[in-house]
């Protein structure tokens, strides 16, 4: 996309003087301040045309090689004019753009910026491979267009740190990861452009990782459970809790930004089977496998600054409650009982799924995805139910986030396979393990399995080939925050550890 630039290239006036006669002026331009601005550009030329502020047209036009100075004389003191100016190479303007109108003064210096944007569309990356690249230094190579020559301004960088640049032709770059180096995002920068940034990923060798210890006042202390806030960058957490009676444990938020718990602090006396915070994190739907008159199990909103409780929707006769999600604004209740599963949404049956054995239910945005034992992806949002039959998948969990979504495969054959937005399963990736956790990154196509043997974490590419470990012998995968990247596990004595996979600071700042 062109605009602005982000370092700003101006064309400023560097003297006028006073022409022969009665009160003639002149106006002079040249490159401000670095010489070295023409090179940096990929610019060989220059040029400006004078226009007539008041709508005259234009007065007259110059051109010089890049770097000269640019002048217009003979111009008659007092009037009013606007500057043109561009840059460029081989009758192409790279860069261009117009000052605001100034007078110009017999004797004194006007002066006159022209702030330059791009002219020509910046270069663009198509692909970054391998991704996710593997900790310890890679070769990451970048294909796209416009990256030109090697001339001028020019470099690739990770997470806004230039790379050695290895290789570099019009359409593909090598640049060399250096071991240590970690990152998400990837530029290419050709003749002082910059693309947008590409989502490719390079894991830590070390991920950055943070501990953080809640204030909770209660013995045994330990996380069983956490879900992302909608809205925010906070996760919801649930934490067992011994010694206090009549307390089962806690629910709390965890600040995304500085990994500090808020001073919301909900007690349960009971544990739920499964919980599902609103936008905003001000309240949770909350489901009990037993119900506190002995029913199978309830649903409940609570308010968690205010200790509010309202009755949620009563389950269909005979179906006891399996998960609880929330999206586009209502809560959504996967129930089963008697050899038949259903979807409710708001209360209300949105598919009966048979004699389905749904395994576990999430929320992205406004829909929800479900997978079960048979094999089969449902995903529903309020418009619609779509089924997709997974091939040699025996589903034990599920993640989804923006437009993808993930399943994990037990099984004789383990691994994952995703759902992109063109709706298509993708290759079953192999894992050692089970994957028996599951989470997105943020850009959602590169999943996080956690596998309970030798307690690892996989980073898998979806639908690619890429696939790497993260970190072993760790607690078991919690959830990961909204905004970013960052994983949460159970630590010992009751802490939680955060941990970066694609940094070495852990995300707190």
């Given at each position: 996309m062109r605009g602005p630039l982000a370092a700003a290239v101006l064309l400023a006036a560097v003297s006028a003087c006073s022409a022969e006669g009665s009160g003639g002026a002149s106006i002079r331009l040249a490159l401000a301040a670095d010489p070295d601005r023409c090179a940096d550009f990929c610019a060989t030329e220059a040029g400006a045309d004078l226009l007539d502020a008041d709508g005259g047209g234009t007065v007259s036009s110059v051109t010089a090689a890049c770097g000269e100075v640019l002048e217009f004389a003979g111009l008659p003191a007092g009037h009013r004019y606007r500057v043109r100016a561009w840059?460029?190479?081989?009758?192409?303007?790279?860069?261009?753009?117009?000052?605001?109108?100034?007078?110009?003064?017999?004797?004194?210096?006007?002066?006159?910026?022209?702030?330059?944007?791009?002219?020509?569309?910046?270069?663009?990356?198509?692909?970054?491979?391998?991704?996710?690249?593997a900790p310890g230094g890679a070769d990451l190579t970048v294909t796209g267009t416009g990256f030109g020559d090697r001339i001028g301004a020019h470099e690739v960088t990770l997470d806004g740190v230039a790379l050695?640049?290895?290789?570099?032709?019009?359409?593909?770059?090598?640049?060399?990861?250096?071991?240590?180096?970690?990152?998400?995002?990837?530029?290419?920068?050709?003749?002082?452009?910059?693309?947008?940034?590409?989502?490719?990923?390079?894991?830590?060798?070390?991920?950055?990782?943070?501990?953080?210890?809640?204030?909770?006042?209660?013995?045994?202390?330990?996380?069983?459970?956490?879900?992302p806030i909608p809205g925010t960058a906070d996760v919801l957490l649930f934490?067992?809790?011994?010694?206090i009676p009549g307390i089962?444990?806690?629910?709390?938020?965890?600040?995304?930004?500085?990994?500090?718990?808020?001073?919301?602090?909900?007690?349960?006396?009971?544990?739920?089977?499964?919980?599902?915070?609103?936008?905003?994190?001000?309240?949770?739907?909350?489901?009990?496998?037993?119900?506190?008159?002995g029913a199978d199990g309830s649903i409940e909103r609570v308010g968690l600054a205010d200790g509010t409780v309202t009755p949620g929707p009563a389950l269909p006769q005979g179906l006891a409650v399996r998960d609880v999600a929330f999206a586009g604004g209502v809560p959504w209740v996967?129930?089963?009982?008697?050899?038949?599963?259903?979807?409710?949404?708001?209360?209300?049956?949105?598919?009966?799924?048979g004699d389905s054995e749904a395994v576990a239910m999430t929320a992205a945005g406004d829909r929800v995805a479900l997978a079960a034992r048979d094999g089969f992806l449902v995903t529903a949002d309020d418009d619609e139910v779509l089924f997709r039959k997974l091939s040699d998948c025996d589903p034990v969990a599920v993640a989804a986030r923006g437009d993808w979504t993930a399943v994990a495969c037990g099984g004789a054959a383990p691994g994952v396979i995703g759902v992109g937005p063109?709706?298509?399963?993708?290759?079953?990736?192999?894992?050692?393990?089970?994957?028996?956790?599951?989470?997105?990154?943020?850009?959602?196509?590169?999943?996080?399995?956690?596998?309970?043997?030798?307690?690892?974490?996989?980073?898998?590419?979806?639908?690619?080939?890429a696939a790497h470990a993260v970190a072993g012998q760790i607690g078991r995968l919690l959830s990961g925050f909204p905004g970013g990247s960052r994983l949460l596990f159970p630590a010992p004595d009751g802490a939680l550890r955060v941990l970066d996979p694609y940094g070495s600071e852990g995300g707190c700042e």
């Open positions: 840059v460029g190479r081989d009758g192409v303007r790279r860069l261009a753009g117009e000052s605001g109108a100034v007078v110009v003064a017999a004797g004194e210096v006007t002066a006159v910026a022209v702030p330059l944007s791009a002219a020509v569309e910046p270069p663009e990356i198509a692909t970054v491979s391998p991704d996710p690249a050695e640049v290895v290789e570099w032709a019009g359409d593909r770059v090598v640049a060399r990861v250096p071991a240590g180096a970690a990152g998400d995002e990837v530029r290419v920068r050709a003749c002082g452009l910059r693309s947008a940034v590409a989502p490719a990923r390079v894991l830590a060798s070390e991920p950055g990782s943070v501990t953080v210890r809640p204030d909770v006042p209660c013995l045994g202390l330990a996380f069983e459970a956490a879900e934490a067992t809790c011994a010694g089962a444990g806690y629910l709390r938020p965890l600040r995304g930004a500085g990994c500090a718990f808020s001073g919301i602090t909900h007690p349960l006396s009971r544990s739920p089977l499964a919980f599902a915070p609103e936008p905003g994190g001000t309240h949770a739907w909350v489901a009990y496998a037993d119900g506190a008159d996967l129930a089963g009982g008697d050899g038949k599963t259903v979807l409710l949404r708001d209360g209300a049956t949105v598919e009966a799924l063109d709706g298509e399963p993708t290759p079953k990736r192999g894992t050692a393990a089970v994957p028996d956790a599951l989470r997105l990154d943020s850009k959602g196509d590169v999943a996080f399995a956690w596998s309970e043997a030798g307690g690892s974490v996989t980073a898998l590419h979806l639908g690619g080939t």
